[in-house]
């Protein structure tokens, strides 16, 4: 079983409404990575964070770590937000734990 | 800045080749890692730097070796290559450790062995 696990596994939605990706971890950490892959491109990090919320822009990341338990949210989802969302988790200072991704489209 | 540049872009080797994946970036970043992304899975760690120098083993080293001469570059080597080593392969680097740093990934080197 892998030590972090998200959910959806694929998501479709249409232009506007709110998504959330939920990201579920198995061990103690000490931060957790929200990343971005578009199709064909690199990876771009979105957000760090270790405790309470964080916002840049339209997205917004939460985690609860007494529940292991974090989620991306995207409001006024938009074409431009379809892509691979990636969380990953850290309990040390190198080693990344990733989920498997969740695969986001949005339909104009 | 350019962050972090991966070079080549694509590959085709066969097998028994060796190859070095070139990664380099101009952030001054002491911690270096070396990934690799197989379809349907998470990221697996290779190998990771913490600094010039220094270098350590991650999750999925067999097949790879690498070094840290400068800060700067973190070179991926392939010996005698497999099918099991295609993949997508992502540098990325950090300032320092990953608890509160950000990480920067490369652009990715789609590697295809036949």
């Known amino acids: 079983k892998n030590e972090v696990e998200q959910s959806p596994q694929n998501l479709t939605a249409q232009e506007g409404e709110f998504i959330t990706i939920n990201c579920s971890y198995s061990?103690?950490?000490?931060?957790l990575h929200w990343l971005q892959q578009h199709p064909g491109g690199g990876i771009v990090s979105l957000f760090m964070?270790?405790?309470g919320k964080k916002k840049h822009g339209r997205l917004i990341a939460t985690i609860n770590i007494q529940e292991k338990h974090s989620s991306l949210h995207i409001t006024a989802s938009h074409p431009r937000d379809s892509a691979v969302y990636i969380c990953?988790?850290?309990?040390?200072?190198?080693?990344?734990?990733f989920g498997a991704g969740t695969t986001v489209t949005v339909r104009a | 800045n350019a962050g972090v540049t991966q070079t080549p872009k694509f590959r085709i080797l066969k097998i028994g080749q060796s190859m070095t994946l070139q990664c380099a970036q101009d952030?001054?970043?002491?911690?270096m890692y070396w990934y690799r992304q197989d379809p349907g899975m998470g990221l697996k760690l290779i190998y990771y730097?913490?600094?010039?120098?220094?270098?350590d083993k991650g999750e999925v080293p067999n097949g790879y070796n690498v070094s840290r001469s400068t800060t700067e570059d973190f070179p991926l080597r392939l010996e005698l290559a497999a099918p099991s080593q295609t993949s997508v392969y992502f540098c990325?680097?950090?300032?320092?450790?990953?608890?509160?740093?950000?990480?920067?990934f490369g652009e990715g080197s789609w590697l295809t062995v036949v």
């Open positions: 990325a680097s950090s300032y320092g450790e990953m608890r509160g740093n950000t990480i920067y």
């Open positions: 061990v103690g950490i000490s931060a």
């Open positions: 964070l270790s405790s």
């Open positions: 990953a988790a850290t309990s040390n200072d190198y080693k990344l734990s």
């Open positions: 952030m001054n970043h002491n911690y």
């Open positions: 730097s913490v600094g010039a120098g220094i270098t």
